[in-house]
């Protein structure tokens, strides 16, 4: 089982920028990978894909300020995310889902 550990959360303001990062433990190539985040009290709620042929999909909300992206010599995966508003905080997750494996999640606050 891969392991998967975010970091680079943080309180930004609004219209800022973060990039998060998720390095894992072994080789990601055969993976879809994605990022979800949770709010308290909501749901994980899916934010972003790529697949194992690099094809990338995002939830509307972010479509256009976020970017998912990964080194696959560096078994890491990012999520730049760009023109942040209030509403994109969050608990943020990477992982592959459709192996159940998870990080630890990274914390993401937008505000003044």
């Known amino acids: 089982q891969v392991e998967f550990v975010e970091s680079g959360g943080a309180l930004v303001q609004p219209g800022g920028s973060l990039r998060l990062s998720c390095a894992a433990s072994?080789?990601?190539?055969?993976?879809?990978m994605a990022w979800y985040r949770q709010t308290p009290g909501g749901q994980r709620e899916f934010i972003a894909r790529?697949?194992?042929?690099?094809?990338?999909n995002y939830t509307e909300s972010v479509k256009g300020r976020f970017t998912i992206s990964r080194d696959l010599t560096r078994n890491t995966l990012w999520l730049q995310m760009n023109s942040v508003k209030p509403e994109d905080t969050a608990v943020y997750y990477c992982?592959?889902?459709?192996?159940?494996?998870w990080g630890q999640g990274t914390q993401v606050t937008v505000s003044s």
């Open positions: 992982g592959a889902p459709n192996r159940g494996y």
């Open positions: 790529i697949s194992v042929g690099g094809i990338t």
């Open positions: 072994g080789s990601i190539r055969g993976y879809t």
